[in-house]
């Protein structure tokens, strides 16, 4: 093993060591979502068909006067994006804690990236 070699070995040690329980989630959430083929969410812009992946930080029912909605928090480790599922109170399978792929259009609402009615894939359970 060459000198670089192992700096850098160590490095990533001493980062390991030194980092909180939340950041090596989140790195670990990135490499899983690049592993599977997702845009990072801090990259994904408006008006981008993109494909995201990660866990589902929360799920809220949100009644309407006239339409329900279903809003679920997509984490990938760099950025949050809203799934929003107008006209529905549930789907199965989508829960807090769950790892999918959604893919859709970008759009923002007050500040954040929100994808209406995406395309999902459920991952299976770990």
């Not at 994006?81 to 007050?110: C, F, K, M, N, Y």
């Amino acid at each position: 093993m060459s000198t670089d070699q192992g700096r850098v070995s160590l490095r990533r040690i001493l980062q390991r060591l030194t980092a909180s329980e939340a950041e090596i989630e989140a790195q670990e959430l990135q490499r899983e979502s690049a592993e599977s083929g997702g845009v990072p969410a801090r990259q994904c812009m408006r008006g981008q068909v993109v494909s995201v992946a990660g866990r589902l930080r929360t799920v809220v029912y949100t009644p309407r006067t006239n339409l329900p909605t279903l809003e679920a928090d997509l984490y990938d480790g760099s950025d949050v994006v809203t799934l929003v599922w107008l006209g529905r109170r549930h789907i199965a399978g989508i829960e807090p804690g769950r790892h999918l792929t959604a893919r859709g259009r970008v759009s923002v609402r007050d500040d954040r990236k929100v994808i209406y009615n995406p395309y999902y894939e459920l991952e299976s359970p770990k």
